[in-house]
C-alpha cells in the first residue's frame, strides 16, 4: 500500500485535505473535511471518496482476507478529560451503506444502509468501559450497549449489556443486515420486538460464566412470509441434502415417500435415546437451552476453539431444513432467529418438528432418516429397533460418516463405546424411561445385518455362521431354540479372533510364552 497527501489546508479551524492511496495498480481519491478546535480539544470530520467509487478500507483485505466499504464516514471527537488516572471520551460516528465481506460472516456481501453511534468511553489503568449513555442505531434499530473489562495479572473480566428501544416488528426486520438473513428478506409484520443480551466472565472462573439473550414480542404476526415460507414443514416437502456445498440428492418429506415413517412407527427407544442424548428439554423449552449454551460457550473459551454446540433439536432442524451447511456468523445469527420464530409463534407444533428431524437427519454416508438408518444398519423397521441399537443409532448422529470407526473388521463395536451405551442407558433408566431390567440387560454391542455390514466387515476370517457376527441385544433377535442359554450365546458370539487364528496355525498361548 502506497499513499500520498496532495494538499492540507488548515485555516481558522478549517481543515480541507486529499488522500490518494495505491492497492493492487488501483488508485483511491479521499476528500477529507473538517473542523478542528485546539482550545476545547474538540475536532470533527467527514470522509468520502472523490468519485462515487465510494471508499475501499485498505490493508485489511490482504491481511485478513475481509472487504469493508463505504460511501460516507462522519465522526466528531465531542469531549475529552483526563483526571485521578481516568481518561473519559465522547463523541459520535455514523456510516452510510456499509459493505463487508469476509468468508467467516457470510458466503456474499452484509450491507447495512446506516449506521450511528454516539459514546461515552472511560480508560483507567486497568479497565475501560462503555456507559449506559452510548447510543448506537442500526438502520432503524436503536441499541442501549454498556461494556465493562477490567485486567489483573492473573485473569480478565468482561461485562456486556444490550438493550433495544421496543420497536415496530417491521423496522425490526427491515432492519436486519442484507446478507445476513436471507431466508426472512421480505417478510412482513405487525406488532413489536424488544432485546436484551447480558454477558459477563471472569477467566479465573470460568463456571460462573452468565449469558443470557432474550427476544421479546408484544402482539406480533407474521403477515406475509419473506424468501422462505417458515409453515412449510407442517406438511409434505422436498428436502435437498448438501454435500460439499452441491445438491447430492432430494426426496420428499411425506406419505408418498416409502421412507417416511410417522413419529408413532419409530421405535420408543429411539425417540427416547435421542432426547436423552440430543435436548431432552424439547418438550419444554422454546428452541433454545441458555444452560447448554452457556456450557458450550464456557467449554469453548476453556479450549480456544469451537469445540461445542449446545444445539437443541430446533436449532437442528432449522438448519438442516432452511439453511446452508456452511459454518458462518450469518448462519447462525439467522438460525437463532428462525428458531425464535418458529417455537414463539407456534408456527410448527413440536411432535411435527420432532417427526420431520427423524426423517431427514443424516445417519451415515448418504443415508438420511430413520427407515434408510434402520434398513442400512439392522434391516430392520423403525419400529422394530432394539434398546442397544437405539442407542447406537443416536450415538453416530453428531458425526455420521465416520460410524466406521466405531467398529472393529469383524463388525464388533470397539470397547470404548461401552461408557456411552452406559451413560444413555443409565440416564434412561433414571427417568424411567426403561426399566430396570431393561437397562440390566442392555449389552454395549449391536448386529449388523444390513448393507452396513459390507462396509464394515473386512476380516477375511469372519465365520459363515451369521449368529458368530455379533452379539444379539435382544431375546428377539435369537431363535426359540438358542433364547434357553443366552448367557452361553453371548459367550460363543464374542471369540478370541487371534487364538482362532493361532489354532489354525497350531501354535498355543504356551509355545508363544517360551517363544
Same mark, same amino acid.
Given at each position: 500500500?502506497? %499513499?500520498?497527501?496532495?494538499?492540507?489546508?488548515?485555516?481558522?479551524?478549517?481543515?480541507?485535505?486529499?488522500?490518494?492511496?495505491?492497492?493492487?495498480?488501483?488508485?483511491?481519491?479521499?476528500?477529507?473535511?473538517?473542523?478542528?478546535?485546539?482550545?476545547?480539544?474538540?475536532?470533527?470530520?467527514?470522509?468520502?471518496?472523490?468519485?462515487?467509487?465510494?471508499?475501499? &478500507?485498505?490493508?485489511?483485505?490482504?491481511?485478513?482476507?475481509?472487504?469493508?466499504?463505504?460511501?460516507?464516514?462522519?465522526?466528531?471527537?465531542? *469531549?475529552?478529560?483526563?483526571?485521578?488516572?481516568?481518561?473519559?471520551?465522547?463523541?459520535?460516528?455514523?456510516?452510510?451503506?456499509?459493505?463487508?465481506? #469476509?468468508?467467516?460472516?457470510?458466503?456474499?456481501?452484509?450491507?447495512?444502509?446506516?449506521?450511528?453511534?454516539?459514546?461515552?468511553?472511560?480508560?483507567?489503568?486497568?479497565?475501560?468501559?462503555?456507559?449506559?449513555?452510548? &447510543?448506537?442505531?442500526?438502520?432503524?434499530?436503536?441499541?442501549?450497549?454498556?461494556?465493562?473489562?477490567?485486567?489483573?495479572?492473573?485473569?480478565?473480566e468482561i461485562s456486556i449489556q444490550v438493550v433495544s428501544d421496543k420497536t415496530p416488528a417491521q423496522d425490526f426486520f427491515n432492519s436486519l443486515p442484507q446478507?445476513?438473513?436471507?431466508?426472512?428478506?421480505?417478510?412482513?409484520?405487525?406488532?413489536?420486538?424488544?432485546?436484551?443480551?447480558?454477558?459477563?466472565?471472569?477467566?479465573?472462573?470460568?463456571?460462573?460464566? *452468565?449469558?443470557?439473550?432474550?427476544?421479546?414480542?408484544?402482539?406480533?404476526?407474521?403477515?406475509?412470509?419473506?424468501?422462505?415460507?417458515?409453515?412449510?414443514?407442517?406438511?409434505?416437502? *422436498?428436502?435437498?441434502?448438501?454435500?460439499?456445498?452441491?445438491?447430492?440428492?432430494?426426496?420428499?418429506?411425506?406419505?408418498?415417500?416409502?421412507?417416511?415413517?410417522?413419529?408413532?412407527?419409530?421405535?420408543?427407544?429411539?425417540?427416547?435415546?435421542?432426547?436423552?442424548?440430543?435436548?431432552?428439554?424439547?418438550?419444554? #423449552?422454546?428452541?433454545? #437451552?441458555?444452560?447448554?449454551?452457556?456450557?458450550?460457550?464456557?467449554?469453548?473459551? /476453556?479450549?480456544?476453539?469451537? %469445540?461445542?454446540?449446545?444445539?437443541?433439536?430446533?436449532?437442528?432442524?432449522?438448519?438442516? &431444513?432452511?439453511?446452508?451447511?456452511?459454518?458462518?456468523?450469518?448462519?447462525?445469527?439467522?438460525?437463532?432467529?428462525?428458531?425464535?420464530?418458529?417455537?414463539?409463534?407456534?408456527?410448527?407444533?413440536?411432535?411435527?418438528?420432532?417427526?420431520?428431524?427423524?426423517?431427514?437427519?443424516?445417519?451415515?454416508?448418504?443415508?438420511?432418516? &430413520?427407515?434408510?438408518?434402520?434398513?442400512?444398519?439392522?434391516?430392520?423397521?423403525?419400529?422394530?429397533?432394539?434398546?442397544?441399537?437405539?442407542?447406537?443409532?443416536?450415538?453416530?448422529?453428531?458425526?455420521?460418516?465416520?460410524?466406521?470407526?466405531?467398529?472393529?473388521?469383524?463388525?464388533?463395536l470397539r470397547p470404548w463405546n461401552g461408557g456411552y451405551f452406559r451413560m444413555i442407558g443409565g440416564i434412561m433408566r433414571r427417568r424411567g424411561l426403561i426399566? *430396570?431390567?431393561?437397562?440390566?440387560?442392555?449389552?454395549?454391542?449391536?448386529?449388523? /445385518?444390513? /448393507?452396513?455390514?459390507?462396509?464394515?466387515?473386512?476380516?477375511?476370517?469372519?465365520?459363515?455362521?451369521?449368529?458368530?457376527?455379533?452379539?444379539?441385544?435382544?431375546?428377539?433377535?435369537?431363535?426359540?431354540?438358542?433364547?434357553?442359554?443366552?448367557?452361553?450365546?453371548?459367550?460363543?458370539?464374542?471369540?478370541?479372533?487371534?487364538?482362532? /487364528?493361532?489354532?489354525?496355525?497350531?501354535?498355543?498361548?504356551?509355545?508363544?510364552?517360551?517363544?
Open positions: 500500500i502506497e %499513499a500520498q497527501m496532495p494538499f492540507l489546508n488548515i485555516k481558522d479551524g478549517e481543515l480541507h485535505s486529499e488522500v490518494v492511496y495505491f492497492t493492487d495498480s488501483v488508485n483511491t481519491r479521499l476528500i477529507l473535511k473538517g473542523n478542528i478546535n485546539k482550545r476545547a480539544e474538540t475536532l470533527s470530520g467527514l470522509l468520502y471518496a472523490a468519485d462515487t467509487g465510494g471508499v475501499w &478500507v485498505p490493508y485489511i483485505q490482504g491481511k485478513l482476507g475481509a472487504k469493508v466499504h463505504f460511501d460516507t464516514l462522519r465522526f466528531a471527537l465531542d *469531549e475529552k478529560s483526563y483526571k485521578n488516572g481516568v481518561l473519559k471520551i465522547e463523541g459520535e460516528a455514523a456510516i452510510s451503506n456499509l459493505v463487508m465481506y #469476509h468468508e467467516r460472516l457470510a458466503l456474499t456481501d452484509v450491507q447495512i444502509r446506516s449506521g450511528s453511534a454516539k459514546y461515552h468511553i472511560s480508560v483507567g489503568p486497568k479497565w475501560g468501559s462503555l456507559d449506559t449513555l452510548s &447510543v448506537v442505531k442500526v438502520n432503524e434499530m436503536t441499541f442501549h450497549p454498556q461494556l465493562l473489562y477490567k485486567k489483573e495479572p492473573a485473569n480478565k446478507g445476513l438473513f436471507e431466508n426472512l428478506s421480505g417478510i412482513k409484520a405487525t406488532g413489536f420486538l424488544t432485546y436484551a443480551m447480558g454477558f459477563h466472565v471472569n477467566t479465573s472462573e470460568l463456571d460462573s460464566l *452468565e449469558f443470557d439473550s432474550d427476544l421479546e414480542a408484544e402482539n406480533l404476526q407474521i403477515l406475509e412470509y419473506g424468501e422462505t415460507n417458515l409453515e412449510k414443514i407442517n406438511g409434505p416437502f *422436498e428436502h435437498t441434502v448438501y454435500e460439499y456445498g452441491k445438491p447430492a440428492r432430494t426426496f420428499t418429506v411425506g406419505p408418498s415417500n416409502p421412507f417416511y415413517t410417522p413419529i408413532n412407527q419409530v421405535s420408543d427407544y429411539l425417540r427416547n435415546s435421542i432426547l436423552t442424548a440430543e435436548d431432552y428439554g424439547f418438550y419444554r #423449552h422454546k428452541g433454545f #437451552h441458555e444452560e447448554a449454551l452457556r456450557l458450550a460457550i464456557i467449554t469453548n473459551i /476453556r479450549e480456544k476453539r469451537f %469445540a461445542r454446540g449446545g444445539s437443541t433439536l430446533t436449532m437442528q432442524l432449522v438448519k438442516n &431444513v432452511f439453511l446452508s451447511r456452511n459454518k458462518t456468523m450469518a448462519r447462525k445469527f439467522e438460525e437463532a432467529l428462525i428458531v425464535w420464530l418458529i417455537e414463539n409463534q407456534r408456527l410448527v407444533g413440536k411432535q411435527r418438528m420432532f417427526e420431520v428431524y427423524l426423517n431427514i437427519i443424516e445417519w451415515g454416508p448418504y443415508i438420511y432418516g &430413520v427407515k434408510d438408518a434402520s434398513r442400512f444398519y439392522f434391516a430392520k423397521q423403525p419400529s422394530e429397533l432394539s434398546l442397544a441399537e437405539a442407542i447406537f443409532l443416536t450415538k453416530i448422529i453428531p458425526s455420521p460418516k465416520n460410524f466406521r470407526s466405531l467398529f472393529d473388521n469383524y463388525g464388533r426399566t *430396570e431390567e431393561e437397562y440390566a440387560a442392555l449389552v454395549p454391542q449391536v448386529y449388523l /445385518r444390513g /448393507r452396513a455390514r459390507d462396509i464394515v466387515v473386512t476380516a477375511t476370517d469372519v465365520p459363515p455362521d451369521s449368529i458368530l457376527y455379533g452379539v444379539p441385544n435382544d431375546t428377539a433377535a435369537i431363535p426359540p431354540a438358542q433364547q434357553l442359554d443366552l448367557q452361553d450365546l453371548k459367550i460363543k458370539t464374542l471369540p478370541n479372533w487371534e487364538e482362532e /487364528r493361532q489354532k489354525k496355525r497350531g501354535i498355543n498361548k504356551n509355545a508363544l510364552l517360551i517363544l
